[in-house]
């Protein structure tokens, strides 16, 4: 089992485990189902760590994170927006979207320990179950239950976020199979188990792309001159490419994802998949009016229909774009303070090393990449989960120790 750096403070939670740790544990799996499962969980979670006490020592975890000062200059910039900004209907319910990272200060309160093992084989589990439901629905024999609708049909965001999650456990399970000599076999069949569910039988690109990329990286991370690199690099090569010639579906859906975009620059006509172009284009026009602050919290849903009338994309939430949606917003000092978190979870990665290291490096590009294509942040349904999985790696980090010594390179060793 390998363990993470964590506060002096918190040493207490490696002998004896707390009740929130252990919840927080389980919930990976609870992504892979309505998100009611998930709220469930959380509000268990919350209650558990009301009533466990010891406070100051969770403010003081808190406080040593590398991600406070990040967090809180994003909380500075949208309650400035707030206070100089226009306040449209639902503006509350729109800046309370904007503080998600402060649901990751609140998991990463309970301090480091043997839960984060835990949580990530649970988080496999869920994967393995989730591939386990859709090779089910695709031989009919999945029970047409509540419980398991969005993997019997595509249904929204939701089907998008199982993709995304079974792309991410993709890339992590790769992952381990590098980075540790135990179980080598049993991890590549469940890294092909996903990984053919995910290409072939997955509703969604993200996912798909958030794989190869992870994928990718890692690759890359353990890259050396030795033989036993080029034959994992063949390997990747040679499975991509049957993946790339048999998963017609991913392909089909990439390629015009191209064509689209040709199309839209062109002046031509896109497809119903290539309206966030559309999107894109308008949002920008909303923009260029206020770029440096703004346009205030909230404000998107109320100019974009004006200015999309007839459109195909009149109806949106969002713009399916967190970087466009933070700049129509907040401007671009709000995407800077975005980027400053995401950036600062990268910097974090590389400083802490090892197999810990690269799990959040991995899923730090997954949220940055997910941004571009997604309401990543905007929508509850994906943050929520984002931010379960970045307190698997992050939470006990202590940014004085991650300056000073690089986290003892996070001593990621089992």
Known sequence: MYRLPMTDRMNLFNTNETKAQFILSLLPITLFFPIGIGYAGIVLFLVALLLGGHYRDRWQTVKDSPLLLPVMALLAVTCGAGLLLERPEGFWKAFM???????????I?????RWQQRALNVFF????LAATLLYLNFFQLLPDWTLVQNYRMYAGNKSILIGILLG????????????????????????????IALLFLAKTRTGSLIFVF??????????????????????????FGIAWQTATGFRERLVGTATDIKAFVDGGKVSADGVRLEMYQITMGIIKERPLGGNGIGTWAIKYPERAQGLPSESMATPHNDYLLYAAEIGIIGVCALLWIWFTQLMVAVRIGGATGMRLFTIGVAIMFGGLVNAILRDALFGIAFMVLLAIPLAGINRHAYKNNSNQHGNARR
């Open 97 to 107: 979207h904007y503080q998600i990272y402060l649901v990751l200060l609140v998991f």
């Open 109 to 113: 309160s309970v301090g480091g320990g």
């Open 168 to 195: 991410i456990a993709g890339g992590w399970m790769l992952n381990e199979i590098i980075a540790y000599r135990e179980h080598k076999w049993q991890r590549l069949a469940a890294l092909l188990y996903i990984a």
């Open 125 to 128: 589990a869920g994967a393995m």
């Open 214 to 239: 992870g994928c990718a990286l890692i690759l890359l991370r353990y890259l050396t001159f030795s033989w036993r690199s080029v034959l994992l690099v063949i390997g990747a090569v040679v499975v």
